[in-house]
């Protein structure tokens, strides 16, 4: 074999630059029939004949052998070792030229070869992206959709190049979003339909191809998969069922898609997503709770759902998850109660329909992303000082907000902790609230979440210290003392970089812990008047206000 393969590679040499076709047609047949039984030896003998740099030449749209050729690059370019040749062989841009050929098997095989020679190579397809051959394939799919292999070709293609950011824009200047619902609406087999929801889960990453998207009808077709598959037990049924409602989820992600969805909370889309809460089957309620979040974007959409009864549906599939439930429809069914309390207007009604008393119930989860999503719902609801004052009061609650504050794994469960700790007392202005928070041992949380690289977060200690200080000194004194608040004050105020509000806060609190004689005597201790003065010529005018009102108070207390 090795005889005759090394005679027609001297041939093809030949007959490649006579351009003598049916010669060259046999030498080809004889190359594909020896990659054919051994690929690996055979590329190496072709790279090593030179003849790599003759494919080019022979990559024309007149000659009849362009198939055959496409199809030995095609092969050849399975090896690893053989791409970086075919590249250097210059063999992409004659083959990227062949995509404008109305003969199939050509477009075939010279897809096969281009996706070969650049796979797993972003560089290279991102040259393919630059050569525009992401128009040029949308139009292909839509000529050839009832060709099978084309299509697949076509698909795997746009899978490869949609993972590449640099394709979405091109992509969605294109009509493949109307081309990929079409296309899905004919297949009927699951491993067709399983290709184009690769290609569409990355392309509906984009917000602009996720609007065309659902103006194609996308989510018609996912909505009738959903209906189809939920009562199947069928594996790849239930997988299909999790594709198309991950999918939808993701197409709510865009603010223009999730209002033309939302249709101003009558639109058919978002009724049946509703229906999904109360069903019976885990990846449904999950996709429901995700979508409502996802709806819930703004003020509008979620003082609409709290009014027509969405909070009972999600406080009803909480509960149904309680004791050993699902995590992910924890998780999402708090996220979406999150996002429908941020209205004002929202709050009192979500209080009085029970909401703090369902999500109080997974305080015992140990679920970090459950509790992250469980404290950001508190918090949004808090607002209120009756209700800040009634959970302030719930021992159980601050014990475990504490036991938090030092969840120093998750950087978002210790920081939501703290900040909850500190609306409880900014909110209910309560002393039973501040002594519960003391007996807690709550206290070294707040002065340290003062020195939080946050300033929202700086500041939302500095105003609970103020106020813990203005309340419930005694019973803070020695809490504050060996949490060296202090000396944390006078860092932030000598600090340059500090923010003015932080400087303002600081000096209110410093006033406000005078009334201690521990404390008065390590303010003293601390030379704090030197830094007070300077303070008096800042730029900020409160700031400055405030220097001159603490200069006097530590003059006169001195």
């Known amino acids: ?116 020679i650049c796979y797993d190579s ?15 394939l949308v139009k292909l799919l839509g000529i050839h959709y009832h060709n099978a292999a084309l299509t697949e070709m076509c698909l795997v293609a746009f899978g490869n190049l949609a993972e590449l950011e640099s394709s979405k824009e091109q992509f969605a200047s294109t009509n493949i979003a109307e081309e990929l619902v079409k296309l899905f609406k004919k297949q009927i087999e699951h491993d067709k339909r399983e290709m184009i929801f690769e290609v569409l889960a990355p392309l509906a990453e984009n917000d602009a191809i996720k609007l065309q998207l659902v103006e194609a009808g996308l989510v018609e077709c996912l909505l009738e998969i959903v209906q189809q598959k939920v009562d199947s037990d069928k594996e790849d049924d239930i997988a299909e069922l999790k594709t198309a ?8 992600l865009g603010d223009e898609s999730m209002q033309k969805l939302f249709e101003g909370g009558k639109g058919s889309v978002f009724q049946r997503v509703l229906s999904w809460i109360p069903s019976n089957n885990h990846q449904l309620q999950l996709a429901g709770a995700l979508a ?20 009972e549906k999600l406080m009803d599939l909480l509960d149904r998850h309680v004791e050993d439930g699902n995590v992910t429809v924890q998780h999402a069914a708090l996220s979406a109660l999150r996002n429908l309390a941020i209205p004002v207007v929202n709050k009192a009604k979500m209080l009085s ?29 808090i607002d209120a000082q009756e209700a800040a004052e009634q959970l302030g009061k719930n021992a159980k609650l601050v014990e475990r907000l504490v036991e938090w504050c030092e969840a120093k794994d998750h950087a978002g469960v210790m920081g939501e902790s703290n900040r909850l700790l500190s609306a409880l007392i900014r909110h209910s202005k309560s002393k039973d609230v501040i002594k519960t928070i003391i007996q807690s041992g709550g206290i070294k949380h707040l002065v340290t979440m003062a020195t939080s690289e946050h300033v929202i977060m ?4 500095l105003v609970a210290l103020a106020l813990i200080a203005a309340l419930e000194l005694g019973t803070a004194e020695k809490d504050l003392e060996s949490a060296k608040l202090v000396q944390i004050l006078h860092r932030l105020l000598a600090d340059e970089r500090s923010a003015p509000e932080i400087k303002y806060n600081s000096m209110v609190l410093i006033c406000a812990l005078m009334g201690s004689e521990s404390l ?16 008096r010529s800042h730029e900020n005018k409160s700031v400055a206000q405030q220097a001159s009102l603490t200069e006097q108070r530590l003059t006169v207390e001195s």
């Open 353 to 381: 329909a029970g909401v703090t008393e369902t999500v109080l119930k997974f305080l015992k989860s140990e679920m970090p992303p459950v509790q992250f999503k469980l404290l950001g719902t508190l918090r949004m609801l």
């Open 1 to 116: 074999m090795a005889d005759n393969l090394s005679e027609t590679l001297k041939k093809l040499k030949i007959t490649a630059v006579d351009k003598t076709e049916d010669s060259l047609d046999g030498c080809l047949d004889c190359l594909l029939q020896a990659l054919a039984q051994n690929n690996t030896e055979t590329s190496e003998k072709i790279q090593g004949g030179g003849i790599l740099q003759l494919f080019a030449s022979l990559l024309t749209p007149q000659s009849s052998c362009t198939a055959k050729v496409a199809n030995i690059i095609a092969e050849v370019a399975k090896n690893e070792f053989m791409r970086t040749p075919c590249v250097d062989a210059r063999l992409i841009p004659p083959l990227v030229q062949l995509l404008n050929s109305k003969d199939q098997e050509v477009l075939l095989q010279t897809g096969r070869a281009l996706g070969n």
């Open 458 to 461: 700086q500041n939302e200690a």
């Open 292 to 311: 409502i979040a996802n709806f819930a974007r703004n003020d509008g959409n979620c003082i609409h759902m709290v009014d027509n009864g969405i909070v």
């Open 520 to 535: 008065h005597k390590e303010v003293q201790d601390l030379a704090f008047l030197d830094v007070v003065s300077k303070l």
């Open 245 to 252: 409602s991950d999918l939808m989820v993701l197409l709510l």
């Open 122 to 136: 972003h560089s290279l397809q991102a040259q393919l992206i630059n050569m525009g051959v992401i128009p040029t």
